[in-house]
């Protein structure tokens, strides 16, 4: 089994910072691609960033030039630098991985339980 556990978020004000990281566990042979989903109230879960295994970045339009995604493959982390917040970033946010299980290399994608960020003055 596989588990992913969030952490980092909470109230800030608008223009402020938050870092979400999340960390994966249990029987890791290699992570895939790693990213960053969130849901609003009443809104569709949306992608907000992704990172390969070799680095390599996307991001959704909203969040490009303040959100930065960044994993530590030794630790089987992914990152989540969010700068300038605003109101509409408001939701919860969930981290996801692509994981190689031991011992079968069984591919999967797992889920985290999602970390509230709440961005109001």
């Known amino acids: 089994q596989v588990q992913l556990g969030e952490s980092g978020g909470g109230l800030v004000q608008p223009g402020e910072s938050l870092r979400l990281s999340c960390a994966a566990s249990?029987?890791?042979?290699?992570?895939?691609?790693m990213a960053w989903y969130r849901q609003a109230p009443g809104k569709e879960r949306e992608l907000v960033a992704t990172?390969?295994?070799?680095?390599?970045?996307t991001y959704a339009d909203s969040v490009k030039g303040r959100f930065t995604i960044s994993r530590d493959n030794a630790k089987n982390t992914v990152s989540l630098q969010m700068n300038s917040l605003k109101p509409e970033d408001t939701a919860v946010y969930y981290c996801?991985?692509?994981?190689?299980?031991?011992?079968?290399?069984?591919?999967?994608?797992?889920w985290g339980q999602g970390t509230q960020v709440t961005v109001s003055a």
């Open positions: 249990g029987s890791i042979f290699a992570i895939n691609d």
């Open positions: 996801t991985a692509r994981v190689i299980t031991n011992p079968t290399w069984i591919v999967g994608e797992y």
């Open positions: 990172v390969t295994r070799g680095g390599m970045t």
